[in-house]
């Protein structure tokens, strides 16, 4: 080797732990395998198709070794390994490229972390990784509605709405005959004779006292970035309450009970219900063992003399 030479090479040496490759007018050669992404945290509707981005940007090596690995629940298990798809993507994914992973009609289990590593054996630095997160969005199915069907003016009245599909978590949105609700009455003079709360998050209408005006039709909406769904609308009546009725009601109750009380004193009285001794028990009693009897002068005539129980 020439002078120049020589000192390009020792020149080599003392670069060889920086991450990037330089090429020297020597010849001298120094390498290291990098990955980048193109997107790190796609977001894909469910049963469509996900792109994990993982590229090479700096490697001398021809055939690296690609390995993708799921990461979820605190659980490592292989997509991509000896050159082919495995676990649950099997038929599902493929290779884009050299390093990239494709996936079709991903579902909401696909939502987890994915980790591209790559191998390099001609580099100075053998390996690099990335991590893609991907998340599946989920559309909301129909919520659980419950709307109580009767309310006294007044009341309390609570309506719950529920849906668990979807993700993200779906906000909750009330309607009363087709009209959208406030989450607060009081914010709303349309509804400032009414006194009501609505939970976007939990899903619940809270009315702290009930009016004839809130009489209707109520029916809930889940709703999150992918789409929304609403439940079926049902009626809820407020009524007034007879006061008059009620007090009327129980006056005749006790009405009866009195007289029903003065009727079984009467029978008592009467002996009704006195069970009646059998008298004759009294007049013939049963003739008693061990009798004497003495015959009389007058045959078949006998007469009593003696008797005794043992």
Known sequence: LSLHQASSCRLCHIVSDFTFFFVFPSGCLIGAVNLKSSNRYPVVQEFESAELSCIITD????????EWKKIKDAQTTYVFFNNRIQGDLAGRAE?????????WNVTRRDSALYRCEVVAQDDQKEMDEIVIDLTVQVKPVPPVCTVPKAVPVGKMATLHCQEKEGFPRPHYSWYRNDAPLPKDSRANPRFQNSSFVIN???GTLVFSAVRKEDSGQYY???????????CEAQEMEVYDLNVGGIIGGVLVVLAVLALI??????????GYFIHKQDEESFKSPGKPDGVNYIRTDEEGDFRHKSSFVI
């Open 59 to 66: 490697s001398q090596t021809r055939e690296p070794r690609i």
């Open 95 to 103: 290779l884009l490229g050299k390093t990239s992973l494709q996936i």
């Open 200 to 202: 976007s998050e939990t």
């Open 220 to 230: 809930c909406m889940a709703s999150n970035d992918v789409g929304s769904a609403k």
């Open 261 to 270: 009380t003065v009727g079984i004193c009467c029978a008592y009285r009467r």
